[in-house]
């Protein structure tokens, strides 16, 4: 079993790739979408799910999506049919931090996804190429709370504090109008949901060839979350405007 189809198992029962609750992320978007039409784009949109969302509590607006992996694409087209918004998204299949557009968008999303760029300021720097004036970006990033463990580290990168996150931000010419940090229980809402929608896969299909490679899978990630990061590692999304035009 790969990667991806791996974290399509993990993330089942837990559609946003993020320790984010369904209240959360559409506090997140009225925020971010302070207008009922215009154009949103999510690099790294994965299955689509925050742009489905937002497609289908704003009829007029129009969404765009990339990413690498066609299976997540294809999902998210079958969702969209199933919500009647396919003709209001656009799916483009390539590496986000070399996606070109013709026009601009007024919401840019990543969230979770800043490790396609190379990191947080890489991600922004992409964002504002493709921000329309009075637009607004929304990324998501990890950050320690607490002094981590070398072995989280080595699990989860070389991650700030939030002070020292929101400094990054500030020093890369972005104002914060409006952020969430994850609480305790939605960052164990999520690692319950990935480990758990892992394993019972490989439970109701213990004759596939790749169910004891992803029980083991389950087993391994949470063993790593409960005795090496589950303490120390924090989820933060932010809402930004350009601080100057």
């Given at each position: 079993m790969d990667r991806e189809e791996i974290s399509r198992r993990a993330h089942a029962d837990h559609p946003?790739?993020?320790?984010?609750?369904?209240?959360?992320?559409?506090?997140?978007?009225?925020?971010?979408?302070p207008r009922a039409d215009?154009?949103?784009?999510?690099?790294?949109?994965g299955g689509g799910e925050w742009l489905l969302r937002a497609l289908t509590a704003r009829p007029e607006l129009r969404g765009e999506g990339v990413d690498l992996s066609e299976r997540a694409l294809e999902?998210?087209?079958r969702a969209a049919r199933r919500l009647g918004v396919e003709d209001r998204l656009v799916l483009h299949r390539e590496d986000a931090a070399g996606f070109t557009a013709p026009h601009a968008f007024d919401l840019v999303?990543?969230?979770?996804a800043t490790?396609?760029?190379?990191g947080l300021p890489a991600t922004l720097a992409a964002a504002r190429?493709?921000?329309?004036?009075?637009?607004?970006?929304?990324?998501?990033?990890?950050?320690?709370?607490?002094?981590?463990?070398?072995?989280?580290?080595?699990l989860l990168g070389?991650?700030?504090?939030l002070p020292s996150t929101l400094d990054r931000v500030a020093a890369d010419g972005w104002t914060p109008v409006h952020g969430h940090v994850s609480t305790r229980r939605e960052?164990?809402?999520?690692?319950?949901?990935?480990?758990?929608?892992?394993?019972?896969?490989?439970?109701?299909?213990?004759g596939h060839p790749d169910s004891t490679e992803a029980l083991a899978t389950a087993t391994a990630h949470r063993d790593e979350w409960l005795r090496v990061y589950r303490d120390a590692f924090g989820f933060v999304c932010l809402v930004l405007r350009p601080t100057t035009p």
């Open positions: 946003i790739a993020a320790p984010l609750d369904d209240d959360a992320v559409r506090g997140l978007l009225e925020r971010a979408l215009g154009r949103v784009l999510d690099l790294g949109c999902d998210a087209r999303l990543c969230v979770g490790h396609a760029f190379g190429r493709h921000l329309a004036p009075g637009g607004r970006v929304l990324v998501g990033e990890g950050f320690w709370e607490r002094e981590p463990a070398a072995e989280a580290v080595a070389d991650l700030d504090d960052l164990d809402d999520y690692e319950w949901a990935w480990t758990g929608s892992l394993a019972s896969w490989a439970l109701d299909h213990p």
